[in-house]
Nanobody, 112 residues
Framework: QVQLVESGGGLVQPGGSLRLSCAVS????????IGWFRQAPGKGREGVSF????????QYADSVKGRFTISRDNAKNTLYLQMNSLKPEDTAVYYC?????WGQGTQVTVSS
């Protein structure tokens, strides 16, 4: 049974940075594609970034390209999302997802 536990969210001023982590258990992370999603208040869940299992290739939503970086540490079975130059519109609950399973989410609030 896969378990995903996100952490690293918080309150940050515009222009600031945060690094989110997603600790994975029950699956060997390096064999699976995995991604980050977010859900802002009153909006649907949207894909933010994905990383493949085969070659580690990455994809980003247009809204975060150049500001966010997805990575994974296979030895730690952990996924990361480095978020720089944060904007108020990045405020959302951020989730990681693998194989149809979801974590509980971590709140990111960008506000002055």
């Amino acid at each position: 049974q896969v378990q995903l536990v996100e952490s690293g969210g918080g309150l940050v001023q515009p222009g600031g940075s945060l690094r989110l982590s997603c600790a994975v258990s029950g699956f060997t992370l390096e064999y699976y594609a995995i991604g980050w999603f977010r859900q802002a208040p009153g909006k649907g869940r949207e894909g933010v970034s994905f990383i493949s299992s085969a070659d580690g290739s990455t994809q980003y939503a247009d809204s975060v390209k150049g500001r966010f970086t997805i990575s994974r540490d296979n030895a730690k079975n952990t996924l990361y999302l480095q978020m720089n130059s944060l904007k108020p519109e990045d405020t959302a609950v951020y989730y990681c997802s693998l194989g149809g399973s979801w974590g509980q989410g971590t709140q990111v609030t960008v506000s002055s």
